[in-house]
């Protein structure tokens, strides 16, 4: 039979032959090379083995009683790279005079398992034993399985008799790379090319020192390798010395109980019995490595001894399991959205303990921070613990040693830097926070100025050294410690659900080991914080500090020492005497209602509003247009009355509109508008109550001149001059806020921006002060008129007297001409707040509706102008008919007349030497009379709107059955 040769394999053996000598050893050694290097052919003929003669190695021993270790299974956590596994034997052959048992695995990582074979290794004391890793990039050509071909080339470079390898892994490539064809001189396409990275543990016999020896590995490696079905050429050869070879003993507590890991050698396994059933065990790999280290243990066999968070109430916290106690703590907490009280003092019990007891390295403050972190990203209630958690967080940073200069902890909930100062060389110190509010670890900046995305920041005075310990032997060096907070619901802890609530992140600033109390600062401590969500005004904005007394020792905002220097929509500072927590609170009582209630009062608004321009609109129009209805004092000051209110509400209707813009003198000139329209409307409504005053209050005979003229002088001109004021004292009074807007004088208002007034003390100079003054006016002459109607009521003859229906419409006409309804806004912080809101948005923003009612539609003078200029068919009305000449009600006997004239003052003009006029209506005595005086026979018996009118009271108005 003739051997083909794609027929043969090669195969590399390790063999162990026990012999009872006859003779001496070199006589058994050549006995035995003589027999391997004989053919073998098997009975069949299929089969034929031929050694290579070169390549026999014997070696004598003299006793052989250490046995292989059979191969183990183990966990790991982590894995360079996913493939499937591979393993592959490898042989040694042995130095003169040394017993090696050598096997080798050399395999990649799949999931989280990983294959190793274990070894046991006799060294002769003449010899001496390294261990290297090398990390080697190949290039592979040939269709092959580097996973095969690797494992098969470092056998062949290497030498048997010097080197074993321990163990191999391939590395993950940084991106996927296609295998490559070389292409020869006829552009014809060849063996593909593949490029591998790989690391492995490589064990040295040798005489030689280590750089020798590295040489020769690099040697071996870079030395071409082809065997016809593939070729594999290494380049950017690492080799580093392994120093390290075993893991030490180490005692390990975990969810299944305790572990104590003997001394044990790289490469190989640990087992220990499960501590709740011995009949399992656990195993725990060494891994021989640059950085030789324990790799996480396999304890799938054993069953839960901590199951519960109560269950850590039995576990002891010393300094070698703080880390151990802590992956638990995660552990347990990682499928729990929130926690009890009684976890939470068990927690939080076993984070204290672990400060008290342990050295706390930076690696094991961050470990804690990330525990405190999850307890304040749980969904429980915290409120209780604040202190608790406070002081905690605070040990933490105090007790951190092992670092230099500063160091910072962070996690996504929670984070503290500190900050060694030497005594005598503080000036000052400032700490910001940046967050991307995606909920990422916020980042901490030392001595930088704040820029877009800070969150929080505080600046310490140089007056903070005077609090500074003393220099002394034993004196530690002065600590400052800044702590930020970004969950505000750790702060929650409130007696009442109406107080204030915390509108911003936390911040502190403290010095761990000071020599007195920081109080009464000479330099305030400056703290700016952002609002999670924009302020609507920053009249709600109040500086607090966390004060631990109050609440019976659960703690609570207070405001002592802080005040606030500046606040924006977005940004509140403050200004402090004292160290502490600090935050900003938001008014509760002036914030936003239930969505419900929001909702409805939006539309109420929005709709009286638009209800109101339109019959405001038509009321000017109607004044406007018909001579004979503006002719008289009250007619006049009516439509000035109008046109403010009319101003007023479309400002409000398109102001969001205008906002929304984002252009800054937009803006202003939209708030500016609002407010003079504001203004205006109060000032008249101010100057009908002068107008019923000098009516009916003032002496006779008082000359006015320019009557109107100077009304409108005062109506428009006032407001006008209050908004150049405040213009010119403060620039950025006006501006945008976002937020719900409820303005003690406005209707509510849902919009997410809003220009109006932003500085809190012209707002309330300038609105609350000056609509009070004029509303408390308007009040004392609305009492003054209906004293004085109600006198003159008395006095009239019987039969003249009017109904209490006729006497309520007359005082509803005089109240919402007088705007008495705006004074409902002084109350709605009032405990019946949300029944006052609904009043307060329903009449004011129909005020101009009820204008139109009382002094349209209701007054007969109007409705006939209407009939004669607008009407058709029979309901025309022919201007010279009987009633055209009339006034407003019917005609009465004279007598009456005479009453009314000696009983009513009047404003008169000095240019008439008459007090009265008998004509009923006329319009030519009307133009001719030289005086004007004010009828008022519309107060005695309806309570309707005065009107100053030329000749004298129209008798047909005392009539009894007019309507």
């Known amino acids: 039979m003739r051997w083909a040769p794609e027929n043969i394999s090669r195969f590399r053996c390790l063999v162990y032959i026990s012999v009872i000598p006859k003779w001496d050893v070199a006589a058994v050694q050549t006995e035995m090379c003589t027999d391997l290097s004989n053919t073998y052919t098997d009975p069949s003929n299929l089969l034929r083995l031929l050694a290579d003669t070169s390549s026999i190695y014997t070696t004598p021993v003299e006793r052989f009683s250490m046995a292989t270790i059979s191969p183990q299974v183990v966990m790991t956590t982590s894995s360079p790279v996913t493939t499937p596994s591979f393993k592959a034997i490898m042989t040694s052959s042995a130095l003169t005079q040394l017993t090696t048992l050598a096997t080798s695995t050399i395999s990649t990582t799949s999931g989280t398992e990983e294959t190793s074979t274990n070894t046991v290794t006799r060294t002769p004391a003449n010899v001496s034993e390294l261990y290297f890793e090398v990390q080697v990039n190949v290039s592979i050509t040939g269709d092959c399985d580097p996973q095969q071909v690797i494992p098969y080339w470092l056998n062949m470079s290497l030498p048997d008799d010097l080197m074993m390898v321990l163990d191999l892994q391939l590395l993950p490539k940084t991106e996927r790379q296609h295998p490559e064809r070389k292409r020869d001189s006829n552009q014809v396409l060849t063996d593909e090319v593949s490029r591998e990275s790989f690391v492995f543990q490589v064990q040295v016999l040798t005489h030689s020192d280590q750089q020798e020896i590295e040489n020769q590995i690099r040697n071996c490696l870079q030395s071409p390798y082809d065997n016809g079905l593939f070729s594999i050429t290494a380049d950017h050869i690492k080799i580093c010395l392994i120093s390290v070879i075993q893991c030490a003993a180490e005692v390990q507590q975990t969810l299944k109980g305790l572990f104590m890991w003997p001394d044990t050698a790289g490469g190989q396994n640990a087992t220990y019995s499960c501590p709740k059933d011995p009949q399992y065990s656990a195993t725990r790999l060494c891994k021989l490595s640059q950085w030789t280290h324990w790799m996480e243990p396999n304890l799938e066999n054993c069953p839960p001894v901590v199951e519960t968070i109560p269950d850590l109430d039995h576990v002891e916290v010393t300094p070698e399991n703080a880390f151990d106690v802590l992956n638990m703590i995660k552990d347990l907490m990682r499928n729990q959205s929130s926690l009890i009280y009684k976890e939470l003092v068990t927690v939080l019990n076993k984070l204290k303990d672990i400060v008290s007891v342990s050295v706390v390295t930076p690696d094991l403050g961050q470990a804690l921070i990330n525990a405190i972190s999850n307890v304040l990203e749980s969904d429980s209630n915290l409120g209780p613990f604040t202190n608790t958690i406070l002081n905690l967080t605070e040990d933490v940073g105090d007790k951190m040693v092992g670092y230099q200069g500063s160091y910072t902890l962070g996690a996504r909930a929670v984070a503290i830097s500190v900050v060694d100062v030497a005594p005598g060389q ?53 600590r400052i410690q800044f702590q930020f907070y970004a969950n505000p619901l750790l702060f929650k802890y409130q007696v009442n659900e109406k107080e204030p609530f915390l509108s911003t992140f936390v911040v502190s600033a403290s010095v761990s080991n000071a020599s007195s109390p920081i109080k009464d600062l000479h330099e305030e401590v400056k703290v700016m914080l952002h609002h999670l969500q924009s302020s609507p005004h920053d009249r709600q904005v109040q500086c607090v500090y966390w004060n631990f007394n109050k609440n019976n020792g659960h703690g609570g905002w207070d405001d002592h020492g802080c005040r606030k220097y500046n606040s924006t929509p977005d940004y509140t500072t403050c200004l402090c005497d004292h160290l502490t927590h600090f935050g900003v609170l938001l008014d509760v009582s002036r914030t936003q209602l239930d969505p419900l209630h929001e909702q409805i009062l939006t539309i109420i608004t929005y709709v009286g509003c638009g209800v109101s321009s339109l019959f405001l609109g038509v009321t000017v129009l109607t004044y406007m247009a018909f001579q004979k209805l503006r002719r008289d004092y009250p007619s006049q000051i009516l439509i000035n009355l109008s046109l403010a209110l009319l101003g007023l509400n479309l400002m409000f209707l398109v102001n969001s509109w205008l906002s929304s813009w984002s252009v800054y003198g937009l803006c202003v000139a939209a708030a500016s508008l609002l407010h003079y329209f504001l203004l205006a409307s109060f000032t008249w409504m101010g100057l009908e109550a002068v107008n019923m005053y000098f009516a009916l209050v003032k002496v006779f005979n008082v000359y006015v001149p320019s009557y109107i003229l100077k009304f409108c002088a005062l109506g428009w001109g006032i407001p006008l001059l209050i908004c150049i004021v405040v213009l010119i004292v403060n620039r950025d009074a006006y501006g945008s806020f976002s937020g719900n807007a409820e303005l003690t004088f406005q209707p509510l208002d849902n919009s997410d921006n809003f220009c109006w007034l932003q500085d809190n003390v012209t707002y309330y100079v300038s609105v609350l002060a000056y609509a009070g003054l004029i509303f408390l006016f308007n009040i004392g002459v609305f009492v003054v008129v209906l004293i004085q109607i109600r006198r003159m009521r008395l006095n009239s003859p019987a039969g003249t007297r009017r109904g209490v229906l006729q006497d309520l419409k007359g005082a509803a006409s005089l109240t919402f001409l007088l705007g008495l309804t705006w004074t409902v806004g002084f109350f709605t912080w009032a405990p019946a707040r949300v029944v006052l809101l609904y009043l307060f948005a329903g009449l004011n923003t129909l005020q101009g509706l009820f204008v139109f009612l009382f002094h349209c539609l209701m007054k007969e003078n109007v409705r006939k102008q209407w009939r004669i200029h607008l009407c058709f068919g029979r309901f025309r009305l022919e201007e010279h008919s009987e009633w055209s000449n009339s006034a407003s009600v019917r005609v009465l006997a004279k007598p009456k007349e005479k009453f009314l004239r000696a009983a009513i003052p009047s404003v008169r003009s000095v240019k008439s030497n008459s007090t009265d006029s008998t004509s009923a209506s006329s319009d030519s005595s009307q133009r001719d009379s030289p005086c004007r005086r004010p009828n008022l026979d519309l107060f005695v018996h309806s309570l309707v709107l005065p009107r100053a009118q030329t000749g004298a009271p129209d008798t047909e108005s005392l009539n009894p059955t007019s309507g």
């Open 426 to 478: 503080f000036s000052s110190l400032s700490f910001g926070v940046l967050s991307d509010w995606s909920g990422n670890k916020p980042e901490i900046f030392i001595n930088r100025h704040p820029s877009d995305g800070t969150v929080a920041f505080i600046s310490l005075p140089s007056v903070l050294q005077d609090n500074f310990p003393q220099n002394g032997l034993n004196q530690n060096q002065p």
